[in-house]
């Protein structure tokens, strides 16, 4: 069965600071990949997704994601963080070629963005 | 165009009463998913269906829980003998159906069970 490991729950990072959340995952071959960000009384929304080829995926809101097979992760990147990104933010893994799709989530990770 | 809904936003119940939750997908998708989010948790798997049936229900906790998808569209999640356990927020989501679609989440309901 697949899993997903977000270590940070809570990250704190000054406006305009780089991001990085960590995400590691465990699934017996390549995984689909996503991340999906939640915002207080909001709906789960689709950040970018992995399902092959190139290794580095860009998403919407200028957020990036790199797949390393080597080192099980699925890492999110922004350059310069705004206030507005605050909010809490899941990994989720989904095992291809059978299952539907269906999605294994992280813990999330809550991040507070310091003005 | 319109996106997931769910209703009703919030449900507040006392234990042992029976409740159903609804999902409108988006229209077009074919798959659609239930999810159990409790506080500071993700979301957790309950059923897929696939069209009518239900490809999946391996998530669902136990006999109490229920859901249908009679026309392909609209689904509801049936919970009877509800406990104070069952409170969180139900997600629905929908995709189309394709391998590895992405799916896509509607706002939840927020189930309290006194």
């Known amino acids: 069965a697949q899993s997903v490991t977000q270590p940070d729950i809570h990250i704190t990072v000054s406006e305009g600071a780089s991001l990085e959340l960590r995400c590691n995952y465990s699934y017996g071959a390549t995984p689909y990949l996503f991340w999906y960000v939640q915002s207080p009384g909001q709906g789960l929304q689709l950040l970018l997704k992995y399902f092959s080829g190139d290794t580095l995926v860009q998403g919407i809101k200028g957020f990036e994601a790199e797949f390393k097979r080597s080192q099980s992760s699925f890492n999110l990147r922004k350059p310069s963080v705004h206030w507005s990104d605050a909010a809490e933010y899941f990994c989720?893994?989904?095992?291809?070629?059978?299952?539907?799709?269906?999605?294994?989530f992280g813990t999330g990770t809550q991040l507070k963005v310091e003005l | 165009g319109a996106g997931v809904s769910q209703t009703p936003s919030n449900k507040v119940t006392e234990k042992g009463k029976y409740v159903e939750l609804r999902c409108d997908p988006i229209?077009?998708?074919?798959?659609l998913y239930w999810y159990r989010q409790s506080l500071g948790q993700g979301p957790e798997f309950l059923i897929y269906?696939?069209?009518?049936?239900?490809?999946?229900d391996s998530g669902l906790p136990n006999d109490r829980f229920f859901a249908v998808r009679p026309e392909g569209s609209v689904s509801t999640l049936k919970i009877q003998r509800t406990e104070r356990g069952d409170s969180a927020v139900y997600l629905c989501a929908s995709s189309p159906g394709l391998a590895g679609g992405a799916q896509y989440f509607g706002p939840g309901t927020r189930l309290t069970v006194l």
């Open positions: 269906f696939q069209g009518t049936g239900a490809a999946d």
């Open positions: 229209s077009g998708h074919t798959a």
């Open positions: 989720a893994v989904g095992a291809p070629g059978g299952g539907g799709n269906k999605l294994t």
